[in-house]
């Protein structure tokens, strides 16, 4: 099987909105859950997504697992490796944008970088540098106050000096509006020996802006970005004529799998707190106590017996989540770091037991979240099936001890207010 894209996402659900997005394009792509056993039998793919769960790790450790994964990619035949991050660049002054890109383009002999989280479907776009969500640059959006990478600053071009080595440079939309070739001068001129320049955000508003990037991009080796980099580098490769026929689709992934079914929330975004509130008013929803989470086990064994008294009328959902206030109250007494990962490992044995007791049907809500509940279940790798909303697909389990598997790994901030009903109604 020789690979035409690979990507590393930072996260399990970045994975999977990518993997969606390039489904959706034409790639029959796969996702799998860190580099593969070798045992693993992996379907015949154009594109192989492999997540990671980087995106809060110390940079020095993000940047050895990127690169391990990139070797194994480019041994596959990928000529080129989307370092996937998030579209509102979920990061911090420490954060392993920067790193990872640097280390990236040194893998693939040096060379300058496109960068751009932008992807219009979900209301991200660049301009001049600075990343709006909606109509709101990043830093007046929800995510200033994300629980663990808080952003505070739109501007991009600073955001990835502070984490960078070398120098940044931008791309703007007029120079993007003008066509690839206009876009290879611009990159042409920031060249690490004239500039010292090795990433470049590039401004992007319109699909159309993304197809420019993605053409230049995929003569490159590398680039970072979020799903719309992923559309444009895939609705190149399909004109570049390289993607078997066929293209990619995604009944297979959907063949009912049966037991119960269950939500497992993590994210304190606004979409998902709201998620809650309408999911409530159709499903029995466990607030789940965070500070009694933190003290000991009884609050996760209380949830089990909790959920257990009711799944098998109907879906379930526990959840987390608090608004920013209650957060930052609980990050005040026990750390930042410590509350989330403490939280993390919580839902992930909540999510766990659940399946244990029959579950096969499962949405996990939260990047951080859904990272640790699919190590925990310890799944190999993901089928890409229908989308749900704008950046989550069903995803139908490879190799799972448990048997076949439907998920959903919902970014935070993704999903119309029925995300939750609407995602079990597509898995049966
Ligand atoms: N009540 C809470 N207080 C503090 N942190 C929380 C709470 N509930 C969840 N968290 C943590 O917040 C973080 C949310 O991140 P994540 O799961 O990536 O969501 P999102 O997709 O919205 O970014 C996780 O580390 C999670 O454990
Ligand atoms: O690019 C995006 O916005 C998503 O794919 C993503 O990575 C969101 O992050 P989480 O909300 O932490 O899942």
């Known amino acids: 099987m020789a690979i035409l894209l690979g990507s590393i996402a930072d996260d399990y659900t970045g994975a999977s909105d990518l993997a969606n997005t390039l489904t959706k394009n034409g790639l029959r792509t796969v996702q799998t859950v860190g580099i593969p056993d070798p045992s693993l039998a992996l379907p015949d793919v154009d ?4 997540s990671l769960k980087i995106r809060s790790v110390p940079a020095s450790e993000a940047v050895t697992a ?12 990928a000529g080129h490796v989307l370092y996937k991050i998030c579209s509102t660049f979920d990061s911090t002054d420490a954060g392993n944008i920067g790193p990872v890109t640097e280390a990236l383009s040194d893998a693939a002999g040096g060379g300058v970088v496109l960068v751009t989280p932008a992807f219009p479907e979900t209301g991200r776009t660049v301009y001049f540098g600075h990343l709006f969500v909606g109509g709101q640059p990043l830093n007046e959006s929800p995510l200033k106050d994300h629980p663990l990478n808080p952003m505070h600053d739109a501007n991009l071009v600073r955001v990835l000096t502070r984490q960078s080595r070398n120098a940044v440079g931008l791309v703007d939309l007029t120079t993007i509006a003008a066509g690839p070739g206009a876009v290879k001068m611009r990159l042409d001129s920031f060249s690490f020996r004239t500039a010292g320049v090795t990433a470049v955000i590039a401004d992007a508003i319109f699909e ?13 080796p590398v680039s970072t970005g979020a799903s719309g980099l992923g559309l444009g580098l895939a609705r190149a490769l399909v004109r570049s004529g390289r993607i078997s026929s066929g293209g990619a689709t995604t009944a297979d992934a959907i063949r009912p799998v049966g037991g119960l079914s269950a939500i497992v929330a993590g994210s304190c975004s606004k979409a998902t707190l709201h998620q809650l509130d309408i999911a409530e008013r159709s499903m029995p929803v466990l607030r789940l106590d965070p500070e009694r989470l933190l003290a000991g086990p009884d609050e996760i064994a209380a949830a089990i017996t909790w959920a257990g008294e009711r799944i098998s009328a109907g879906p379930v959902v526990i959840a987390a989540s608090a608004a920013p206030e209650t957060v930052s109250r609980l990050q005040s007494i026990y750390g ?6 403490a939280i993390e490992a919580a839902t992930s044995i909540i999510a ?6 029959g579950v096969r049907r499962l949405v996990v809500a939260g990047g951080e979240t859904s990272g640790a509940a699919v190590d925990r279940l310890a799944v190999p790798a993901f089928l890409i099936g229908p989308e749900i909303a704008p950046g989550v697909p069903v995803l139908r389990t490879v190799g799972n001890a448990q048997g076949d598997m439907l998920l959903a790994l919902k970014s935070g901030n993704f999903g119309g207010e029925d995300f939750f009903a609407a995602a079990l109604a597509m898995m049966h």
């Open 208 to 220: 159309r802006d993304l197809e420019t990037l993605g053409e230049v991009a995929l003569e490159t």
């Open 47 to 50: 594109a192989v997504v492999v």
């Open 66 to 77: 990127a690169t391990s994964a990139e070797r194994w990619l480019r041994q596959r035949g």
């Open 352 to 357: 766990t037991e659940l399946v244990e007791r």
């Open 336 to 341: 930042r770091e410590a509350s989330g990962h």
